[in-house]
């Protein structure tokens, strides 16, 4: 099983229509087991890491304000790497021109990029991976503790102890 971060981007999060219907898709389980689903406001410093690849390009200013201005609501979904696929192909291209019809992103995409839900692309960007890889490392380690968090009834010192095993098991 691999670990795959989700994200209803702005454009979903926020737009009932669309928060609705990708819900629904997600919810249904088909295939894959939705871990968590939380409501975050990431800092730039974390989506201009994230996209980094993407600094020199025109439209970079705008895209970290697009993922920072309001709180998103990110996720953790388990799969097969097979049905990850599957959930790929369910969302549709990235570019809302290039996107199928009758995929989640053609049917709630509005322009271009703008694209409503950001699925990792491969196993290696899983939360562990991410740690041991010095890879959103503040970010993969807080959802890491608030799933430890919810799958224990340990709290105080013993939560934190639990914590840093984990953690340091992965750095």
């Excluded at 968590?36 to 980094?52: A, C, G, M, N, R």
């Excluded at 196993?123 to 968090?149: W, Y």
């Amino acid at each position: 099983m691999s670990d795959a971060l989700v994200i209803f981007k702005p454009d979903a999060a926020h737009r009932l229509a669309a928060r609705a219907g990708i819900w629904s898709w997600l919810s249904s389980e088909d295939g894959w087991k939705l871990e968590s689903l939380s409501w975050f406001k990431p800092p730039s410093e974390l989506i201009e890491k994230h996209y980094d690849f993407l600094q020199d390009r025109p439209f970079f200013p705008w895209l970290v304000d697009f993922m920072t201005a309001l709180p998103l609501l990110v996720g953790r979904v388990t799969a097969t790497p097979e049905v990850l696929e599957k959930m790929r192909y369910d969302l549709g291209e990235t570019r809302i021109a290039q996107s199928r019809p009758g995929s989640l992103r053609e049917r709630f995409g509005i322009s271009g990029g703008i694209n409503c839900v950001h699925l990792s692309d491969a196993p290696e960007r899983s939360l562990a991976t991410q740690v041991s890889a010095g890879v959103h490392v503040g970010l993969a380690s807080q959802a890491i503790k608030d799933l430890l968090a919810e799958e224990t009834d340990l709290d105080g010192e013993d939560l934190a102890a639990l914590d840093r095993i984990i953690l340091g098991a992965l750095t």
